[in-house]
């Protein structure tokens, strides 16, 4: 039997931290974007244990303050993506400035240095992970789902959707509906 499992990424790193944190007797407090201001500095043999506690789970700690300002940029669109109301109040570039007081130029240049992909780039591919997730869930209409992800139409979902996967929209929904039936079938 297969089943479908939907979970919060952010909700499910948040957990993982806190246990670890609080298993090591830490007095912290999360900053939001994947920070974590310690009231009291931890020894650099607590912060390996740390370390090699949280990379069981795919979690690493950045020490590069650049790698650093890159996850909290993906973080932030991440947040942008997701329906966030008061990021989504303002354009990815003016929201990205505001936020980590830096000027966008800088943020743009910086990520694509070390990711190799622009920030518009990387806003598409989590706009249409989030797709692909609203349509697997089937409840939503492509037309609440353009809206909810901020594209003018349809048709501009459409397009970046088939640029990004090679399939349109209904093509994707019609191969997954295929497979929710196979299963239900061999079930």
Do not use: W
Request: glycine share 4%; hydrophobic share 35%; aromatic share 10%.
């Amino acid at each position: 039997m297969t089943i479908n499992v939907k979970f919060e990424y952010n909700t499910l790193c948040r957990k993982v931290l806190c246990e670890q944190l609080d298993a090591m007797g830490f007095t912290y407090t999360l900053l939001g974007t994947g920070e974590v201001d310690f009231k009291q500095t931890p020894s650099s043999a607590q912060m390996l244990v740390l370390s090699e506690k949280l990379s069981a789970y795919g979690i690493e700690i950045i020490s590069n303050q650049q790698t650093a300002l890159v996850q909290r940029i993906k973080d932030a669109v991440t947040l942008v993506v997701n329906g966030d109301e008061e990021a989504q109040k303002y354009n990815v570039s003016t929201y990205l400035s505001e936020k980590l007081d830096y000027s966008y130029a800088y943020l743009s240049n910086l990520f694509s240095e070390i990711t190799h992909t622009s920030i518009e780039n990387f806003v598409i591919l989590k706009k249409i992970d989030v797709a692909k997730t609203l349509i697997i869930e089937n409840n939503l209409t492509l037309t609440e789902i353009a809206y909810k992800l901020n594209y003018s139409s349809v048709a501009h979902l459409s397009t970046q959707f088939k640029k990004t996967t090679g399939l349109t929209p209904s093509s994707f929904q019609k191969i997954i509906k295929k497979r929710k039936e196979k299963a239900i079938d061999r079930d």
